[in-house]
């Protein structure tokens, strides 16, 4: 592509460095720009500047935060001694939309991957088990992805925790609410019998 | 979506506010930025920022330019006595990139579109008029997307335009190199029967 400008060029070379926005995306969205009033570049430029530089991780649980440490972590209605341990902030408003879990969080901020170059010491493990061997915490309940990576991940801090007396668990894996068992693949079906559950758990809700 | 920080919410506020990106898509952007260097989203917000602020547009064609007068239009080797009249910039990069169009552009802004409340006014076609009375230009070629708002605003162009002593066509609209004519839509396939042109003239590439 030959831009009739740098500055056009420029932006677009930026914008489309976001993952899944391609050069004729970031034209268009760029030319979107132009269209607005200054006003909105401005705010979005100040935005994302002010978001990259002022950010700051909660001293406890590493979670996304304005302040040292997080709402979740400063609150005193929540039980302490459990913990869920997620990769990253999506996760935590996930699992806080369903009002099902008043525990705290620990974000590990991602997930071993050695294919992209993630290792145990990119991520907040090494905080996890410090955080664990305080003693306060009774039970780790493990919400990664499952896939390859999210179960490499639950094994690594498994192996480094299994001396340490705190429980763990992971989320359950099944078949979604309303799905069909038709259409489930073999591996969530099979997973879902051998990890059956007493039909009265079941039905709780 | 509750998020834990307000950066982080007015960062993804922000970016949604791009056509075709939503709450999910700006937070999953905004969260690659915060797992890069600073400095990615210091030249994103930087491009931006100077992007909106700095650039121009051509006081001849109205294209997107960093200078006064355009590069086409301030050449030598181009023809200043046919013009291509388009909607925006990305029309010149796509017309320029089959390099068979030496002349010069009219870059309009926009079409005519009741529908999204723009007018004649909006779009620089007053100063279409101007450039053409001006008496140099000898054909306008119009480049404008096949549609009802395309048509509706080469129409109004004709009609300010057809007392004045200029030739006015439009480029072929017809069935596509390489595409299938049973797979073309009726109102192409009829119009392309109806404009068909001398063998001899589709033979010449």
Same mark, same amino acid.
Request: neutral net charge.
């Given at each position: 592509?030959?831009?009739?400008?740098?500055?056009?060029?420029?932006?677009?070379?930026?914008?489309?460095?976001?993952?899944?926005?391609? =050069?004729?995306?970031?034209?268009?969205?760029?030319? $979107?720009?132009?269209?607005?009033?200054?006003?909105?570049?401005?705010?979005?430029?100040?935005?994302?500047?002010?978001?990259?530089?002022?950010?700051? $991780?909660?001293?406890?649980?590493?979670?996304?935060?304005?302040?040292?440490?997080?709402?979740?972590?400063?609150? $005193?209605?929540?039980?302490?001694?459990?913990?869920?341990?997620?990769?990253?902030?999506? !996760?935590?408003?996930?699992?806080?939309?369903?009002?099902? %879990?008043?525990?705290?969080? $620990?974000?590990?901020?991602? =997930?071993? #991957?050695?294919?992209?170059?993630?290792?145990?010491?990119?991520?907040?493990?090494?905080?996890?088990?410090?955080?664990?061997?305080?003693?306060?915490?009774?039970?780790?309940? %493990?919400?990664?992805?499952?896939?390859?990576?999210?179960?490499?991940?639950? %094994?690594?801090?498994?192996?480094?925790?299994?001396?340490?007396?705190?429980?763990? #668990?992971?989320?359950?894996?099944?078949?979604?609410?309303? !799905?069909?068992?038709?259409?489930? !693949?073999?591996?969530?079906?099979?997973? #879902?019998?051998?990890?059956?559950?007493?039909?009265?758990?079941?039905?709780? %809700?």
């Amino acid at each position: 592509m030959e831009f009739s400008s740098k500055l056009l060029e420029k932006a677009v070379a930026e914008m489309s460095q976001l993952p899944g926005i391609g =050069k004729r995306t970031a034209l268009r969205l760029v030319l $979107h720009l132009l269209r607005q009033p200054k006003s909105q570049t401005e705010q979005l430029a100040t935005s994302l500047h002010q978001m990259r530089t002022q950010i700051k $991780h909660c001293k406890v649980c590493y979670n996304i935060s304005d302040v040292e440490t997080c709402e979740i972590c400063a609150s $005193h209605n929540r039980n302490a001694q459990i913990v869920c341990v997620v990769e990253d902030v999506r !996760d935590v408003m996930a699992i806080e939309n369903t009002s099902q %879990f008043r525990g705290l969080y $620990h974000v590990l901020g991602g =997930k071993i #991957s050695p294919m992209d170059g993630i290792g145990p010491h990119d991520l907040k493990i090494n905080e996890l088990i410090v955080r664990v061997k305080k003693g306060e915490i009774e039970e780790l309940v %493990f919400a990664l992805s499952a896939s390859m990576e999210g179960d490499t991940t639950n %094994f690594y801090i498994y192996k480094q925790l299994k001396e340490v007396h705190v429980k763990m #668990s992971t989320i359950a894996r099944g078949i979604g609410v309303n !799905d069909e068992i038709e259409f489930a !693949d073999e591996i969530t079906l099979g997973r #879902s019998i051998a990890n059956r559950i007493p039909l009265e758990n079941a039905l709780k %809700f």
